[in-house]
């Protein structure tokens, strides 16, 4: 019948149909990529690696939550009543597990560490033409895993370990991680400090150098013979990796004459650098710093600032007059950019002190986040203080010991130390002070404090705590994996 | 404009000012020997610039519309076009469009007919930016407009306009009169909306219909921010050019079968659909111009190019369907629908899923007893149970997707590419189990009609990003997981009142959901989402056996009005409580006043009912109408308030702030003046304000002509929009959610452009 036929053609259509369904339905992916067709040819692998860098430029890194949490602390910077909670928990010790800047360094860190794990577990399959760009590679991306979890277990002491090994883990453990975490640093740095470059030149500036790995190898034994895991033994290792690094020619390391010229945007590679984060202007790879510690309504740079990393008064009036480095680290004077009929000094018609070390009126990009002034992550003169740090730790006041100090105080124009006149206690403090003067408002004064053990004895302030040598695990990442254990003095 | 927020004037601004930095121990700002045009003394200072005045204006609009309808028996047709224009509550903003439909259903022999389906319209309107976070100085201008203090005058001692507010601690607000009077944001919509259907009588019971149907449009947004503007200079200039294209393609294959039989009547459908949905777009931008006169029009006269962008994505759906009706004797009537959906969205093992359901239902005045009943004409009871199925979630959410990390060597862009997300294979169907009971009362010839409704949906296998740890390299992953409930009532309640020359006719609908998280497996509770960035407030708190979009805050409790109070606490731990500063309730009682300790639930978003309420009026040719309609109980967080309400120099203040605490003014709930804000009042409910309101959405009066020649009908007519609101809401517009796109956010309001009250004078003619 007319009727069955036409049902049964109709059917028979659809069940045709039905065939070519399951890939109807399949996605149809253009403007992204997925690891299927991905980590096959050396640029792939270079792309690679450059996401795990692009990281290190995050708000929650080095662009801003991991400076603050390293410089709020110390007596140098304040935030002064800026906007968010967290800042002035950081610089007044009054913090708890669920301040926000936690979360937000703790997971920074991880996405850096899960990149640099993605790298090492595609790079086996990557079909590499020019001889030794894979080892190139695997170094530079060990060097920012290495880096990474040096910070994370500098502020947490507890940490989970994640490598390539165990990507696909969800909930880790950082319950006794801290000897394991250690290792792979070691491990990941000497192995960066023997395949990579001693400097990179044109289009590789900026990359990770053997000296880099060095000098962050001689960082790691100097925490880690410190407060808290006291492994004394690792100040003359860290000692003898610093003077291998400092008498490199090959690195090329060496002070500027003047300090000003180190914080030059048209210098940010001198003879004095060793590793920063890099940015540039007009690439969307900028940076706000200098807006966030511009003064505001102070017109001082075209774009204004906010004032909202701050000097200590006390400290600035600890830095000697005659101190060479007091006008690059401190606005003393300037004219105004859009009224130069008005000089402004401090102390004068300026409110309160600010830091200078970032403001270069050379430094101009598309807004008041594009700056291009690059930051230090280490420069020489931490690696010399480090030397007289681990030597006097080692070996107590000695020549040796002051060497470094002493070269960072000559560039300062300050006179020289004599061993003879200090104690180990006492030249440690020299050295943590002298640390404050040439590297404050670069992150580095909570880990010096730490490490020296000397947060309680400088901070007068506030009510310091043991508990507070050490930042509490975040809470959402408790609430998130239950095997997690907060430190146990946050309990 | 519905309503204009009360603010300070320019005297009593800088009176605050003065006393917050007095208060928190700096130096005043009014006056400044070094900068009197900004800031003079405070005598000499009068209302000041009242920035709502300047941004803001009335929105005429208009509306037209023409159509032709007619036939014969081979082919009927209706075209018509019309033309609507609004402009905008913020100056130099409107919204045109114009459209045009052709509807034609041809029969081509008796049992072939093929109808066709077409409507075009372009858009053309001209924004304004208004929504969001007021950090960074961002070029809002409905932020700007409140925000602005009205000591900035807006243009300085050589008569260019003000950059910015710089007013020391302040908010670094674009001055919202150079954006209204310079910026120009032009988009367009092109759109195609068109279908043909193919419907074959194949037997008297059997019908095939075969559409093939198409929704295309293009959009081009085009903006520039000239040098007259705070961002149009610190880039010198800046122009922007998107480019967009949707389009989706659409087949639907339906066999219909109708046959009655003595006491039996059955209706079957069965049928098969897919379709396909394309996106394209493309962006540039360029900066750095030597002068404004191309505006948008000309990236490459700029001399720094942005980064440009694109993108091509597709999803796709398919479905077969099948539904049988069954009427027994006109009154037992029996429904069975089977559908099974796939979506290209899923993973590849849970692409297709299946969803049926069934309803009973009685209509009981058609039985033998009921017969003689006259005034009961309708009597119907029906129950139903059914699933279905949400998909509407972003494209490739179950693969792993790679993104573009890029950064810089030797001061040249690198590229970097690195993973994007955790890839969930496993990824499936949302679906909803809804269950339904209800029933339909007709009285007086159906004069007189009530609907009910029961309901109870559950959704199961939530799609939506949770947390994961941070070890894994990823904050969140994208899964099912968790079930939620909605149940409610709806009423509905319809009446002919007057039916002789003057008709009344009226509509009342009233309806009460209640929603509530059950279930979240392995999931801690915890706030999602954050609402405004530089203010770091917060967002909702999603916890199973509570609803979705609650606040979880501070109980805000007054002020600390005298020593003794101070003395007594609680104090927060982390701030220096003084007098006057606000005081919270110690929920754990330990005397101390900590977020993550004392905050509790606070507001609900969730209205406990809405309703609304229509009347249809008409004597001879006139006809008039009144729509009335309203929300109780919900809760809206008022993050605008927190921008202008924040008791210090950071911007202006509603002037509810001149009843603040101070030394001789004690007595008082309105925290003290400081340069800073209380960042726990921000934490707390302070924000957070009843939202419930009445509202006379719309009335209408019209005429229409029957007795001109050649035409069919004439009707003109004048409506009011949203002429009266009740409500004790204090921001703009209490029907508000500027995070519309968010399940989770709910009842927030930041910086939403305000409702219109409009007058509408339209035309519709008929052929």
Not at chain 1, 141 to 146: I, Q
Not at chain 2, 658 to 671: A, C, D, Q, V
Request: with cysteine; hydrophobic share 35%.
């Amino acid at each position: 019948m007319k009727v069955k036929q036409t049902i049964f053609a109709l059917t028979a259509a659809l069940i045709l149909l039905n065939g070519c369904h399951d890939s109807f339905l399949s996605e149809k992916v253009y403007s992204n990529i997925t690891p299927i067709n991905f980590y096959k040819t050396e640029s792939d692998a270079q792309a690679a690696l450059t996401s795990v860098y692009n990281t290190l430029r995050h708000s929650s890194s080095f662009q801003r939550q991991m400076l603050l949490a390293a410089e709020y602390p110390g007596e140098a910077t304040w935030p002064n009543n800026s906007g968010e909670a967290w800042r002035t928990e950081m610089d007044q010790f009054t913090w708890t597990p669920s301040s926000t800047g936690f979360y937000q360094i703790w997971s920074q860190l991880y996405v850096t560490i899960n990149r640099a794990n993605t790298v090492l577990a595609n790079i086996e399959g990557v079909q590499f033409k020019t001889p030794g760009a894979k080892e190139k590679i695997i170094g530079e991306t060990r060097f920012l895993r290495g880096l990474a979890y040096l910070y994370l277990i500098r502020f947490f002491e507890n940490v989970p370990l994640k490598t390539e090994e165990n990507m696909t883990e969800i909930e880790s453990t950082n319950e006794g991680t801290s000897d394991a975490v250690w290792a792979l640093i070691f491990d990941d740095f000497t192995f960066a400090k023997q395949n990579l470059n001693a400097k990179n030149t044109g289009a590789n500036v900026g990359r990770a150098t053997a000296g880099a790995a060095q000098t962050m190898l001689t960082k790691a034994y100097l925490s880690y013979a410190g407060k808290p895991w006291n492994k004394t033994e690792y100040w003359s290792k860290a000692a003898q990796e610093a003077k291998a690094a400092i008498d490199n020619t090959a690195y090329g390391y060496d002070l500027e004459n003047e300090y000003e010229k180190v914080f030059l945007l048209s210098n940010e590679h001198g003879p004095e650098y060793i590793f920063s984060v890099e940015y540039e202007s007009f690439i969307g790879q900028g940076w706000d710093w200098p807006t966030f510690t511009g003064i505001r309504s102070g017109d001082q740079i075209k774009l204004d600032g906010w004032s909202s990393l701050t000097v200590e008064t006390e400290f600035f009036n600890s830095m000697s007059v005659d101190d060479k480095r007091r006008s690059k680290t401190f606005v003393l004077e300037y004219t105004g950019i859009n009224n130069p009929t008005i000089t402004y000094t401090y102390p004068g018609n300026i409110a309160i002190p600010h830091f200078n070390k970032y403001i270069d009126r050379n430094d101009v990009g598309n807004g008041t986040a594009d700056y291009a002034l690059n930051h230090y992550v280490t420069r020489f003169s931490d690696l010399l203080l480090m030397h007289s740090e681990a030597e006097n730790e080692a070996n107590g006041p000695s020549q040796n010991a002051v060497y470094g100090i002493n070269r960072v105080r000559a560039r300062a124009g300050l006179p020289a130390l004599e061993p003879s006149e200090y104690t180990k206690e006492t030249l440690r403090e020299a050295i943590f002070q002298e640390r404050l003067w040439e590297l404050c408002q670069e992150g580095h004064v909570w880990f010096d404090m730490k490490r020296m053990n000397l947060m309680t004895k400088r901070i007068k302030k506030f009510q310091v705590q043991e508990k507070h040598y050490v930042f509490p695990i975040p809470q959402n990442e408790l609430d998130a994996n239950p095997n997690l254990v907060q430190n146990s003095q946050y309990k | 404009m519905a309503k204009k927020l009360d603010m300070m004037n320019a005297q009593e601004f800088a009176t605050l000012v003065n006393e917050a930095r007095a208060n928190d121990n700096q130096s005043p700002v009014f006056p400044n020997p070094n900068n009197p045009y900004y800031f003079p003394e405070i005598s000499a200072l009068g209302e000041g610039v009242n920035y709502q005045d300047e941004v803001f204006t009335s929105a005429p609009v208009q509306n037209y519309n023409l159509s032709v309808v007619g036939g014969n028996e081979g082919l009927r047709y209706s075209v018509g076009g019309g033309y609507f224009g609004q402009d905008g509550v913020i100056k130099n903003s409107d919204f045109n469009r114009a459209s045009f439909r052709s509807n034609l259903d041809i029969k081509i022999v008796p049992n072939f007919t093929l109808t066709t389906n077409i409507t075009a319209s372009h858009t053309w309107s001209n924004g304004m930016p208004s929504e969001g976070d007021g950090g960074g100085g961002t070029g809002g201008v409905v932020h700007g407009a409140v925000v602005m203090p009205p000591t900035v005058p807006i243009y300085d001692a050589d008569g260019k306009y003000t950059m910015t507010n710089s007013t020391p601690g302040g908010t670094p607000s674009n001055n919202p009169v150079a954006t209204v009077n310079h910026y120009k944001d032009e988009q367009t919509i092109d759109r195609f909306l068109g279908s043909i259907d193919a419907n074959w009588q194949i037997t008297k019971d059997l019908t095939l219909k075969v559409t093939f149907g198409s929704d295309m449009s293009t959009a081009n947004r085009a903006y520039y921010w000239p040098k007259e503007t705070h961002r149009g200079n610190s880039k010198n200039g800046e122009a922007y050019q998107r480019f967009r294209k949707d389009a989706s393609y659409l087949n639907e294959n339906i066999l219909t079968y109708n046959k009655q039989f003595g006491k039996h009547s059955i209706n079957a459908v069965g049928g098969y659909t897919w379709q396909v949905f394309h996106y394209k777009h493309f962006e540039a931008s360029s900066t750095n111009y030597s002068t404004d006169l191309y505006l948008a029009n000309n990236l490459g006269a700029g001399t720094t190019y942005g980064q440009p962008g694109s993108s091509k994505s597709q999803n796709q759906l398919a479905s077969y369907l099948g539904r049988i009706n069954y009427i027994y004797n006109d009154r037992y009537l029996f429904t069975l629908t089977a559908r099974a959906d796939g979506s290209s969205k899923f993973g590849v093992n849970n692409k297709w899923s299946f969803f049926p359901s069934f309803a009973v239902a009685w209509r009981v005045t058609e039985e033998e007893f009921l017969k003689d009943v006259d005034w009961l004409s309708n009597l119907k009871i029906r129950t139903s149970y059914g699933k279905t199925g949400n998909q509407n979630i972003d494209n490739y959410k179950s693969l792993a997707m790679l993104g573009t990390m890029n950064y810089n060597f030797g001061g040249a862009l690198n590229a970097g590419v690195g993973p994007n997300n955790i890839p969930n294979p496993d990824l499936k169907w949302e679906t909803t189990a809804t269950t339904d009971a209800g029933l339909d009362i007709g009285l007086f010839n159906n004069r007189l009609s009530l609907v009910v409704d029961y309901y109870y949906k559950k959704t199961t296998d939530l799609l939506w990003n949770i947390s994961t740890p941070s070890s894994v390299g990823f904050s969140s992953i994208f899964k099912n997981i968790g079930s939620l409930e909605n149940k409610g009532l709806e009423v509905a309640l319809g009446a002919d009142v007057l039916t002789g020359e003057f008709k009344w006719n009226t509509q009342m609908n009233w309806s009460r959901n209640r929603n509530k998280v059950l279930e979240i497996p392995g999931y801690t509770p915890s706030t999602q989402g954050t609402l405004s960035g530089h203010l770091k407030v917060n967002g909702s708190w999603l916890e199973p056996g509570l609803p979705v979009g609650v606040w979880n805050l501070l109980k805000f409790d007054g002020v600390f009005q005298n020593e003794a109070q101070l003395a007594a606490g609680p104090r927060s731990t982390a701030n220096n409580d003084k007098l006057g500063d606000a005081r919270f309730v110690d929920k754990n009682g330990d005397g101390k006043i900590n977020y993550t300790d004392d905050r509790m639930i606070v507001g609900d978003p969730n209205p406990d009912f809405i309703y609304g309420w229509t009347n249809n009026f008409s004597f001879k040719g006139f006809d008039f109408s009144v729509y009335l309609q309203g929300s109780q109980g919900n809760d809206i967080i008022n993050i605008q308030r927190a921008e202008t309400n924040i008791s210090g120099p950071w911007g202006n203040q509603r002037r509810e702030i001149l009843n603040r605490w101070t030394p001789s003014n004690t007595n008082t709930n309105i925290p003290r003046a400081r340069v800073t804000v209380d960042p726990l009042l921000l934490q707390s409910d302070w924000l957070i304000e009843d939202g419930s309101y009445m509202r006379v959405k719309t009335m209408t009066l019209g005429y229409t002509f029957t007795k001109i020649p050649y035409v069919s009908s004439l009707r003109l007519y004048v409506t009011g929009q949203n002429l009266i609101t009740l409500t004790d809401y204090s921001g703009f517009d209490p029907e508000v959610n500027s995070q519309g796109n968010s399940n989770l956010q709910l009842g927030v309001d930041y910086n939403a452009y305000p409702s219109a009250k409009a007058v509408l004078f339209g035309l519709n003619v008929s052929f």
